[in-house]
């Protein structure tokens, strides 16, 4: 059974950080895109931050440009998302995900809460 298990969520204040891990299990995920994407109350799921497998190449979300970055061991099949000087609108539930043969994201792990204090 393919399962990605995101951690590493929690309560921070404005201006502090987190470093988001996802776990990949069930098949390897190394040689697959892999991306960050979150979802805020009564908001739709929004792109964050992927990572391509082969060089490496990253995207963000111009909102997240610059705090924000996306990383990956291939070894420990698993990727992380460093936020730094967090913002109260980052507050969501962050969800990793793994693009399929389709080229779209289609396996999700169960999310994690990130909550921003002002």
């Known amino acids: 059974q393919v399962r990605l298990v995101e951690s590493g969520g929690g309560l921070v204040q404005a201006g502090g950080s987190l470093r988001l891990s996802c776990v990949a299990s069930?098949?390897?995920?190394?040689?697959?895109?892999m991306g960050w994407f979150r979802q805020a109350p009564g908001k739709e799921r929004e792109f964050v931050a992927d990572i391509s497998w082969l060089i490496l190449t990253t995207r963000y979300a111009d909102s997240v440009k610059g705090r924000f970055t996306i990383s990956r061991d291939k070894a420990k099949n698993t990727v992380y998302l460093q936020m730094n000087s967090l913002k109260p609108e980052d507050t969501a539930v962050y969800y990793c995900a793994a693009q399929g043969a389709s080229g779209r994201f289609d396996t999700w792990g169960q999310g994690t809460q990130v909550t921003v204090s002002s």
């Open positions: 069930g098949r390897t995920f190394s040689s697959v895109p």
